[in-house]
């Protein structure tokens, strides 16, 4: 017999009864404010936020913080401030990327995650190559937690996505909190009106 | 390994001989548990939130046969390769055929208890695969030759300084220092070398969703996410009660995780992998090594639910004390003297006396799982199959263990002092020969509270 024969004989052989399903259930809302809860959160795990009103400043945004290096976005507005077409490159070659700006679906509130998914990527490994991350949402895409976003998210026919929540880090060495493990150093939030 | 040969009381017995890394370990610890109390009360309804994921999890284990077959016909289609394991050795020579056939001899690996389980590294090895862990903290132990001491914190147990002393022999940074800072940016250069160098990544995985194909892992540090998206071919391994039935169950999971793990809201990183890149090859294998007979022992069941957070083993006076190494299994504290005795009850016999039995871990448990209870009955499966003629003297090392302990002072310390001297071991039973008065080693003739203080200031 197979082992996938056999394990799946061996599971219907020993899983007991069938247990309903449980309904799921609504839980109650915090009754916060998800956008002082998301700002809250996000600047808590190390991440920086900005308010802006619109792409001409989130250009500035990117000439003040990162005058040298290489920059990449899927965004075409930003094709004048960032490399644009990086999509057909092989990904190793993103290895010297210093910022990299995309643009995610919604964040959460509860834990300032924002749900980012490959189309808004160019490439999956361009939010976690950079040096540096920024992550355009709107206002008004901000959810107060994990429930309300698969229910967003719903039957989406994503190839990949990912939930980013601050930059990358590591507290393994005596429990002291390094920002920059293998992903970014830094993440950028900017929340656009 | 010598570690194997010697049981938990014996190989606490080590680890307490270092005092103040006991009471060290001890503390880093219980801070991270009460991180994880701290960022639990925040949300509204964790309770339901606990609820909800035991149920969910109580109705994937009795409809486990079907989510298997969805998970299995969605990946499917999806472009993954599935593989069925039956035990570790299936598992290994999985992975290993894989590579063969893509001729690949190096290979980076993320987080993935499973590989421990089955001792992934040391087979490959042996066939002549060189593997790189990324996690930093298995990255460590790995350096140092150890297995990892906590399922969430592999090198909780190593001192920076201890760590300063392999990166400076291992990744040439400057002797004597260990400034986790620097550390962490040395080890970032070297892994990424690793990174973009390897053709071939192994991970785990946190969640399966059955209605979609696609599964979920999570990191803080971006291991997983620079490995997989970087190599050729991913090879992502799962115990099969990883399942969970649709997307929207993850809502549940993805809150209640990281909390109960590290007391943040959320890891860094939650990455749905549903479909392979383009000229990318995607394999899952599916692992029993016995889960299917653990499935079978409705008393231990429920142990399948667990979700590897790690919050039992944070918050367990008996393991903050002597330390994940005395465990001598893959999965440590608490929840791994559950889960070991299941793949072999004669040499992990000694696992389920490594408690208290005080229900710390069951009341952490984001899952519910009712851990002590777990404990205590396999203590009586283990004396009733002979496995422990033994059993008093691992009850009597352990309650030696337990009163020359301070941890009290965290959990049942708060009861008093009669707590202390009758309890947690309320429950009388013959299986549990030290309930008897005149089998108690002495007890300390100082209070509780002035024995505390006299050796901890
Ligand atoms: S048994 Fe519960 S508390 Fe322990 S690691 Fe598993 S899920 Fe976490």
Not at chain 1, 153 to 159: K, L, R, S, T
Not at chain 2, 8 to 28: P, Q
């Amino acid at each position: 017999m197979s082992s996938r024969a056999q394990i799946l004989a061996a599971v219907l052989a020993n899983q007991p009864t069938i247990l309903p399903m449980p309904a799921f259930q609504p839980f109650s809302p915090t009754g916060e404010n998800s956008f002082d809860k998301f700002v809250a959160t996000a600047k808590g795990i190390g991440s920086s936020v900005y308010f802006l009103s619109g792409i001409a400043q989130v250009k500035q945004l990117i000439y003040t913080n990162f005058s040298a290096g290489r920059i990449i976005s899927p965004i075409e507005e930003l094709s004048d401030v960032a490399e644009f077409d990086f999509a057909d490159l092989d990904a190793h070659t993103l290895e010297d990327v210093e910022l990299g700006v995309f643009k995610a679906h919604f964040g959460v509130a509860e834990n300032s995650a924002l749900w980012v998914t490959e189309d808004l990527l160019g490439k999956r490994v361009s939010p976690f190559i950079c040096q540096h991350l920024m992550l355009l949402v709107n206002k008004t895409d901000i959810l107060q937690n994990m429930h309300q976003a698969y229910d967003r998210i719903g039957a989406a026919n994503y190839d990949f996505g990912t939930f980013i929540a601050g930059p990358s880090k590591t507290a393994d060495i005596e429990q002291s909190l390094v920002l920059g493990a293998h992903g970014p150093r830094s993440l950028a939030v900017v929340i656009l009106d | 390994m010598i570690q194997e040969l010697k049981d938990h009381a014996t190989l606490a017995d080590d680890f307490n001989k270092d005092e103040d890394r006991v009471g060290w370990h001890d503390d880093t610890l219980w801070w991270i548990r009460e991180k994880r109390d701290k960022i639990a009360w925040q949300v509204p309804d964790w309770e339901l939130l606990r609820d909800a994921a035991s149920n969910i999890k109580d109705h994937v284990l009795s409809n486990l046969n079907p989510y298997l077959l969805q998970f299995e016909a969605n990946a499917i289609a999806n472009g993954i390769t599935v593989h069925w394991a039956a035990d570790a050795a299936g598992h290994n020579q999985i992975v290993l055929n894989i590579l063969r056939e893509k001729e690949i001899n190096k290979l980076v690996k993320s987080k993935s208890m499973l590989t421990e389980e089955c001792h992934l590294n040391d087979f490959l090895a042996d066939n002549g695969v060189d593997v790189i862990d990324s996690d930093l903290g298995e990255r460590i132990v790995q350096l140092a030759e150890e297995p990892p001491s906590h399922i969430v914190l592999p090198c909780i147990h190593k001192k920076k300084e201890e760590i300063g002393a392999l990166f400076h022999k291992h990744l040439g940074t400057p002797e004597g220092n260990s400034d986790p800072q620097l550390l962490t940016e040395a080890a970032r250069h070297h892994l990424r070398e690793t990174f973009l160098s390897r053709k071939a990544t192994v991970t785990g995985i946190n969640f399966a969703v059955a209605e979609t194909g696609e599964f979920v892992i999570c990191t803080n540090e971006g291991n997983a996410d620079m490995g997989a998206h970087l190599a050729d071919v991913h090879i992502a391994c799962m115990g099969i009660e990883k399942i969970i039935p649709e997307r929207k169950d993850l809502g549940v999971f993805l809150r209640l995780l990281a909390r109960s793990a590290t007391g943040q809201p959320i890891t860094t990183y939650s990455s749905h992998f549903k479909k392979p890149r383009e000229n990318q090859e995607m394999h899952i294998i599916l692992v029993d090594n016995g889960r299917t007979k653990q499935l079978g022992r409705e008393d231990f069941r429920n142990s399948l639910k667990c979700i590897r957070c790690g919050a039992c083993m944070n918050t367990c006076p008996v393991y903050r004390r002597s330390g994940g190494h005395s465990y001598h299994y893959a999965i440590t504290g608490p929840i791994g003297a559950i889960l070991a005795p299941n793949l072999d009850m004669e040499k992990y016999s000694d696992l389920p006396f490594a408690s208290t039995l005080c229900g710390s871990c069951t009341n952490v448990c984001p899952v519910k799982i009712d851990i002590h209870q777990q404990l205590y009955k396999w203590r009586q499966v283990i004396v009733q199959n002979g496995y422990a003629p033994k059993a008093k003297e691992l009850s009597m090392k352990m309650m030696a263990f337990t009163l020359s302990s301070p941890f009290v002072y965290h959990t049942a310390g708060k009861m008093g002092r009669a707590v202390l001297k009758y309890a947690p071991f309320t429950v009388n039973n013959s299986f549990n020969p030290w309930y008897k008065q005149r089998d108690m080693p002495e007890v300390p003739s100082a209070s509780f509270g002035e024995w505390y203080k006299k050796n901890r200031n």
